[in-house]
């Protein structure tokens, strides 16, 4: 089986830069991907490492480390906008065909 | 280009009735997935389809669930008898079905289902 581990709460202000970790035990997967969900809405892809190391997209970048079972999302400028769930999610590649999402973390921005 | 469409968005139904819950995956993408979210809880997988077939469907229940995505038309999910534990969101995500491993799944608006 697998499992993911991320902290529940995160809590930060505005322009600051927040850090989302996310371990996890699994016996093989392709990569761990990264969701973004408002208010219960159609979760949103942020960001794919299918390699260790880090992979930047704007004010968002995300990190893996196979050797550690270990990956972090890194939110900078924080917005308002910001405040949502952040979900790390195992990918077992095309041929399974599921991503096994982690229970999320609820970022809160304050002004 | 339109984004994974869900219908309805919010449906009720008393306990013993049915369920149908519609997804037309992106245009262009052949591969669609289910899953269930319950508050305060990550998405848990439950079917994975191709047209006219299903793929893996580890996880979705044994009994009263089912799925089909049929050559024309969305994909229905559907729950048989529904009882009050089935209340939750219900996503679908669809994916152009790359090769490899890089094949990002996009997620419809859900359908929360609340039964009575």
């Known amino acids: 089986g697998q499992s993911l581990e991320q902290p529940s709460e995160v809590t930060a202000v505005e322009g600051a830069i927040v850090q989302i970790n996310c371990t996890y035990q699994t016996s093989g997967f392709y990569g761990l991907s990264w969701y973004q969900q408002h208010d219960g809405g159609a979760p949103t892809f942020l960001s794919y490492?299918?390699?260790?190391g880090l992979e930047e997209t704007g004010r968002f970048s995300s990190f893996l480390s196979r050797s550690d079972s270990y990956g972090y999302l890194l939110l900078q400028e924080l917005q308002m906008k910001d405040s949502a769930s952040y979900f790390c999610?195992?990918?077992?590649?095309?041929?399974?065909?599921?991503?096994?999402f982690g229970r999320g973390t609820q970022l809160t921005v304050w002004p | 280009n339109a984004g994974v469409m869900q219908n309805p968005r919010h449906l009720v139904r008393r306990r013993g009735q049915e369920a149908r819950l519609r997804c037309s995956p992106m245009?262009?993408?052949?591969?669609v997935y289910w899953y269930r979210q319950l508050p305060e809880e990550g998405l848990k997988f439950m079917v994975y389809?191709?047209?006219?077939?299903?793929?893996?469907e580890s996880g979705m229940p044994k009994e009263r669930f089912s799925a089909e995505f049929p050559k024309e038309g969305p994909s229905i999910l559907r729950i048989q008898q529904v009882v009050r534990g089935d209340s939750a969101a219900y996503f679908c995500a669809s994916s152009p079905g790359l090769a490899g491993s890089t094949d990002t799944q996009y997620f419809g608006p859900g359908t929360r289902l609340t039964v009575l």
């Open positions: 490492n299918a390699l260790d």
């Open positions: 245009k262009g993408h052949s591969h």
């Open positions: 389809l191709q047209k006219e077939n299903i793929i893996d």
């Open positions: 999610a195992l990918d077992r590649g095309s041929t399974l065909g599921r991503l096994y």
